[in-house]
Antibody, heavy 122, light 107 residues
Framework: QVQLVESGGGVVQPGRSLRLSCAASGFTFSSYGMHWVRQAPGKGLEWVGV????????HYADPVKGRLTISRDNSKNTLYLQIDSLRAEDTAVYYCAKEVTAVAGPNYFDYWGPGTLVTVSS | DIQLTQSPSFLSASVGDSVTITCRASQGISSYLGWYQQKPGKAPKLLIY???TLQSGVPSRFSGSGSGTVFTLTISSLQPEDFATYYC?????????FGPGTKVDIK
């Protein structure tokens, strides 16, 4: 069955960097675009960014553009999110999510990981 | 960016009630709209995509409708496991966006 498991979260000082990972299994990882979505404590869902199945195309939300980098290693079935210059407002649970279809089209998310909490605090 | 608003923000209902949540888009998005359910401490779950198509495994008491700028999610005969927060999402134009959520609570 499809499984997504995030890791790499924790307490980080402002200004530092962090790399989150999302290990995927149970589907052909290299065929699907993958997304990151975050949720600040007690708040709603915020889309962060996407990477295409082959890693060649990426899009980011404006608030994080320039500080976040999404990458993937299809040989390891793993998705990554690098966050630089961490700010207090980056404190959130970060989810990786799989697109519903392997073909280009609307980006709905049918599988999500359980999330990993990033807390930015000195 | 396409903004999504939801109403109401909070809804109190009883088991067996029928409830409707509305999502409005700041511009027309055809039928490109999804609905997700999220329970505390859990990841969201896709309920409906393409405005009205039920995701596999989702009970038929959930239904969606709408197109353009106004969409609705209806839960007929609320069950105890349906008390959660519901989000709409537009999937077609970057940046992808979610509505602010509607919390459905037990009366």
């Amino acid at each position: 069955q499809v499984q997504l498991v995030e890791s790499g979260g924790g307490v980080v000082q402002p200004g530092r960097s962090l790399r989150l990972s999302c290990a995927a299994s149970g589907f052909t990882f290299s065929s699907y675009g993958m997304h990151w979505v975050r949720q600040a404590p007690g708040k709603g869902l915020e889309w962060v960014g996407v990477i295409s199945h082959d890693g060649n195309t990426k899009h980011y939300a404006d608030p994080v553009k320039g500080r976040l980098t999404i990458s993937r290693d299809n040989s390891k079935n793993t998705l990554y999110l690098q966050i630089d210059s961490l700010r207090a407002e980056d404190t959130a649970v970060y989810y990786c999510a799989k697109e519903v279809t392997a073909v280009a089209g609307p980006n709905y998310f049918d599988y999500w990981g359980p999330g990993t909490l990033v807390t930015v605090s000195s | 960016d396409i903004q999504l608003t939801q109403s109401p923000s909070f809804l109190s209902a009883s088991v067996g009630d029928s409830v409707t949540i509305t999502c409005r888009a700041s511009q027309g998005i055809s039928s490109y709209l999804g609905w997700y359910q999220q329970k505390p401490g859990k990841a969201p779950k896709l309920l409906i995509y393409a405005a009205s198509t039920l995701q596999s495994g989702v009970p038929s008491r959930f239904s969606g409708s709408g197109s353009g700028t106004v969409f609705t999610l209806t839960i007929s005969s609320l069950q105890p496991e349906d008390f959660a927060t519901y989000y709409c999402q537009q999937p077609n134009t970057y940046p992808l966006t979610f509505g602010p959520g509607t919390k459905v609570d037990i009366k």
